[in-house]
């Protein structure tokens, strides 16, 4: 695991997934509620992957310019913002528009209006 991320598990999971994917959640329903593109999410995403790579340098005494580390963290925290956009933009989609729309799980939503097979 040293190897591939630059710090053991449990500082990657205090770090990585604690810290910045709390971060990661919070910065996908900011985006959501603020009707921001998808797009914006992942570039924020890759923001935060830095940050989290020196908070895992300076807290964790991982390695700071460890390509793989980066990435690896990056498309973590990528997924978790993006999911949490999903769920907040399903969430906001039916509560902003019920008469056109209703809530099918958690990340989607449909047409209410019983529009056919469109």
């Known amino acids: 695991m040293m190897d591939l991320v630059g710090t053991d598990w449990v500082a990657f999971i205090a770090v990585t997934l604690v810290l910045a994917g709390g971060a990661a959640y919070l910065t996908g329903q900011a985006m959501a509620n603020r009707w921001r593109p998808a797009w914006l999410v992942a570039a924020y995403s890759v923001l935060l992957g830095g940050a989290d790579r020196f908070a895992v ?29 999903r769920m907040a933009k ?25 529009s056919g097979d469109g």
């Open 90 to 114: 399903a969430r906001n989609m039916a509560n902003q528009y019920p008469w056109i729309y209703e809530r099918v799980g958690l990340l989607g939503w449909r047409d209410a209006r019983g």
């Open 57 to 85: 340098f300076a807290l964790a005494q991982g390695e700071l310019w460890l390509i793989s580390g980066y990435l690896i963290d990056t498309a973590i925290l990528m997924a978790i913002a993006l999911l949490s956009y």
